[in-house]
């Protein structure tokens, strides 16, 4: 059974949900999503509540640090035969072993024991562009980013487009499905604008994600 990341913080049962994909054992494969890293640095103190945290359970159940050290041992991507599974997306510049490599090296900087760091590197949108990226930090940050936020592209030069879903709760001003399938279409030509070299992408392997998308994504979603 394979489960797309986000474990907790998507309702009032995260304890409950950490425990049972966790007593699965090999019978289940799960990648890191973006809320599961947010409760990894409560878990480190290096981060304050968030009013929408629904994971205060696990913070304070007797097997809570038994449980985020299992999560901290999840990967971010995980690849089998010609299915790929990443939480949200990856960019179209990558190629599969390149997002792979890089996948590896966050993991490990994750499971390195130095926190402060590991988390400062990872919160902030920028760079947005894979061309603008210099710096190892910067490689993480963006690697985070696709595999654990993305939802869209900009529909100019490809960057991460990462306010969507801050938008797309506006309920005011567009309504989720909307505005979720308008930007779905607009990374979906956008990786037709940027193609690279090698790209394994948006051709087999399938990919398969997390966060939610338009089915008109050119590849398998599984919300």
Known sequence: ??????????GPSSLEVLRFVRELGA???????????HLIERRRGTREPRRRDTFDDVLDAPDG???????????LLH????????????????????????????E??????????????????????????STRAERMRIGINAMTRMRALT????????????HARDRKR??????????????WRVSRRFPASGCACFSPPTILRGVW???????TSTR
């Open 108 to 133: 490990e900087d994750l499971r390195a024991g130095d926190p402060a760091s590991f988390f400062e590197a990872m919160y902030g949108n920028e760079p947005s562009l894979w061309d603008d990226v």
């Open 155 to 166: 529909r100019d030069e490809g960057r991460i487009d990462l306010p969507v879903g801050r």
């Open 79 to 106: 690849r089998e035969g010609d299915a790929v599974m990443v939480h949200a997306g990856i960019l179209p510049e990558w190629s599969i072993q390149q997002v792979e490599a890089i996948a590896q090296e966050i």
């Open 213 to 219: 998308h338009s089915a008109q994504w050119p590849s």
């Open 65 to 75: 640090d038994v449980l985020i050290d299992w999560l901290v041992e999840r990967p």
């Open 1 to 10: 059974m394979w489960f797309v990341g986000d474990l907790v913080n998507r």
């Open 174 to 187: 567009m309504s989720v499905r909307a505005r979720v399938t308008r930007e779905a279409h607009t990374a």
């Open 27 to 37: 019978s289940a494969v799960t990648v890191l999503g973006n809320h599961d890293l």
